[in-house]
């Protein structure tokens, strides 16, 4: 028998989809999870929104149109997108905010891109995905893992930068480190970005995940928008909708107005020649959130409780590691959304002694922290810092 496959390499495992599998695969019942990204409630479930239930499944089993549902992008853009003019915006719906990644790398590519900057620590996907879709990758320094805090080269290293470089942020909760830009920082780059005339591509996977008052998850975005230099932003509603699974997304490019059909049909051509389109189901429902101002304001509140106790779990877990005179961690609360990095620490005996799941990497999904729980994670936390 010929064997056709002797040039393939075998590749390893995703490490936070392994790492969720060695969880479940736990049977130990006071296993905690910190690893895979999503929102839990108290029991370790996923967190169903009570402003989602309740509604009937679509009957309707036709193919979406190739660019998504007009009602959905036209409603999400209401309020997602409201600093921005609707002649300047063109956005297709995406299957979660992975493809969004991938449409805009691609389209990236095709313009002419063969590079692509993300700072020094981020979403592990985003090297994969954007190499993938034929982009090197190159990193700057963003984050001091000494400090836990904004790197101080993060300005220095932009400008020493090539103009009209491919730039990569996420518009709020910066994954894994939980480290953003605060607005005087924002302006810093935005001038910046004008000077050199940077192309921005943003991930905007936690909005509504992040600072005490949600139009400041989008205040990246904004003042972006305000350079009038044209951007990318990629949105998964994943988290913030809690439709993990059900796979909905959305890829706008802003500040486009010439140039608003072509990047629409190439969007359009890339979609049809790898999925054709997206599911009709989860873009079904976020419409009928969006749309009923009762039913829309009903899920706003849901987003900002769940915002604030993960406000409020970063404060008491720092106060009850420096009550045990732990203070290497003390950042953690002034870091948003839903991840902080941990550095110095024995992932493998937290997993071992302690049943705690975290990547290898150190970074811990704050969701995953409870009132319930807490002490647990803090003397497991004490106990396996490495010296
Ligand atoms: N972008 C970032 C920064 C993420 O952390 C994630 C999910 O973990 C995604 C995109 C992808 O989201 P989705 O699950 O909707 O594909």
Request: charge should be neutral; glycine fraction near 4%.
């Amino acid at each position: 028998m010929p064997n056709f496959f002797t040039n393939l390499d075998i590749i390893p495992q995703d490490p936070i989809f392994a790492l969720n599998k060695e969880f479940l695969l736990d049977n130990r019942i006071e296993k905690i999870n910190l690893g895979i990204g999503v929102i839990t409630n108290d029991l370790g479930n996923i967190y169903q929104f009570q402003s989602l239930q309740n509604f009937s499944t679509t009957t309707n089993n036709h193919y979406l149109p190739i660019e998504g549902d007009e009602s959905f992008k036209d409603n999400f853009e209401k309020i997602f997108l409201d600093f921005a003019e609707k002649e300047k915006i063109v956005s297709i719906q995406t299957v979660g905010g992975t493809q969004a990644n991938f449409l805009a790398g691609k389209l990236f590519s095709q313009i002419g891109y063969d590079t692509i900057y993300f700072p020094n620590y981020t979403w592990s996907n985003h090297l994969g995905i954007f190499e993938e879709a034929g982009l090197k990758i190159k990193q700057f320094d963003y984050y001091n893992a000494n400090q836990a805090t904004l790197s101080e080269n993060f300005f220095t290293e932009l400008k020493s930068l090539p103009d009209k470089s491919l730039i990569s942020l996420d518009a709020c909760g910066q994954n894994p480190t939980g480290v953003d830009l605060d607005e005087k920082r924002i302006d810093e780059l935005c001038k910046i970005t004008k000077e050199k005339q940077f192309l921005f591509f943003l991930d905007a996977a936690y909005i509504g995940l992040c600072n005490p008052k949600i139009e400041n998850d989008l205040l990246l975005a904004k003042k972006i928008y305000q350079t009038g230099l044209p951007f990318a932003i990629a949105f998964s509603l994943s988290k913030n909708m809690s439709l993990y699974g059900h796979r909905l997304g959305i890829l706008s490019f802003l500040n486009i107005a010439n140039e608003k059909e072509k990047i629409a049909t190439n969007l359009e051509k890339i979609m049809r020649t790898t999925v054709s389109n997206s599911p009709r189901y989860p873009s079904d429902l976020a419409l009928k959130v969006l749309q009923d101002s009762k039913i829309r304001q009903n899920w706003l509140t849901e987003l900002q409780q769940i915002r604030q106790s993960l406000i409020n779990i970063r404060q008491t877990l720092v106060q009850k590691l420096n009550k045990k005179n732990i203070h290497i961690f003390d950042e953690i609360k002034n870091q948003t959304g839903l991840f902080s990095l941990l550095n110095k620490i024995d992932t493998e005996k937290m997993k071992k002694d302690f049943s705690i799941y975290l990547p290898s990497s150190g970074r811990i999904n704050i969701s995953g922290i409870k009132q319930n729980n807490v002490d647990k994670v803090v003397e497991a936390l004490s106990q396996c810092i490495i010296n």
